[in-house]
């Protein structure tokens, strides 16, 4: 398709919200604004999405992002290596009462699988950008728009119970998905066009009626809350372009789901792009 950015065009801004492995399905929408030739003006992202926002507004081109984690995720032995060596903990911990030996270091894990790419800092991205995450103690919403980038992705990846907490300037901060998973009041100030890319999904209907597995209930739960959040923040700041790709099915850690979940998510990238190349066009 041909470029539709023009000068006097609007500005476009985008959230990426988060949703574990549904996540993955940001991808093909940063592939989308490529092929549109439409550079943000701001970005914001949470959890994952502040993984691929990161990287975004670090320079990387959307089908950078898409081959470097599709490489990334079908190296199983090797990614399984890496989450073992950002272990915040030893399984004789597990027997002093010490907690959870699986506990995964989130900023040994950025270090370990971003790549080297990734801006050091918001002050060197190409395209300003919001990470948001949550204070646990104060339960409030913190957003980074300066400092060491790393740490502040970080922080808004660390899904309580998987990954642990990070404390920055005194405030232990967890997933930003527990606040506010789709941040687009983040970027409505500084964008005539807002789009947001919402990977929590809808309700599934359970191929049989059984209970949920301690790790299902705990992060669907997660998700619940979060398409409630969502939908209040919606109703407050609502987005120009609302992207909900088809991730339903998926569950939160199916990382290893990559090709499906962005072969599934193509409609929605097509999608975005009639819409968008409209609003540029009209313009």
Avoid at 212 to 233: H, K, R
């Amino acid at each position: 398709m041909a470029q539709h950015r023009l000068s006097s065009s609007p500005s476009v801004g985008v959230v990426l919200g988060g949703g574990g492995a549904r996540g993955l399905a940001h991808i093909p929408m940063l592939e989308a604004l490529d092929e549109l030739g439409v550079r943000p003006v701001a970005l914001a992202g949470t959890s994952m999405g502040a993984i691929f926002a990161a990287a975004y507004a670090s320079g990387l081109t959307g089908k950078e992002i898409h081959d470097l984690t599709v490489a990334a995720l079908r190296d199983r032995r090797g990614l399984l290596g890496k989450v073992m060596e950002a272990r915040a903990g030893r399984f004789t911990d597990l027997f002093a009462g010490f907690g959870n030996p699986l506990l995964i270091d989130p900023e040994v894990l950025c270090e370990l699988l971003l790549p080297d790419a990734v801006a050091p800092s918001f002050e060197a991205c190409a395209i300003p950008l919001t990470v948001v995450a949550t204070d646990f103690y104060a339960r409030n919403e913190v957003a980074f728009k300066t400092g060491p980038l790393r740490r502040a992705v970080a922080a808004s990846i660390a899904i309580p119970g998987l990954i642990r907490p990070v404390t920055i300037e005194g405030r232990v901060l967890v997933d930003g998905g527990a606040v506010n998973p789709l941040p687009i009041e983040h970027v409505r100030a500084e964008a005539d066009v807002v789009v947001a890319v919402d990977v929590t999904g809808g309700p599934v209907q359970p191929a049989r009626e059984r209970p949920p597995s301690p790790w299902e209930a705990m992060f669907g739960a997660l998700q619940i809350m979060q398409g409630t959040i969502i939908e209040q923040t919606l109703a407050h700041h609502p987005a120009d372009i609302l992207v909900r790709p088809n991730v339903d099915l998926f569950k939160v850690l199916d990382f290893f789901q990559v090709s499906v979940i962005v072969r599934l998510a193509k409609p929605a990238k097509e999608d975005l792009k009639r819409r968008l190349a409209t609003v540029l066009e009209q313009a």
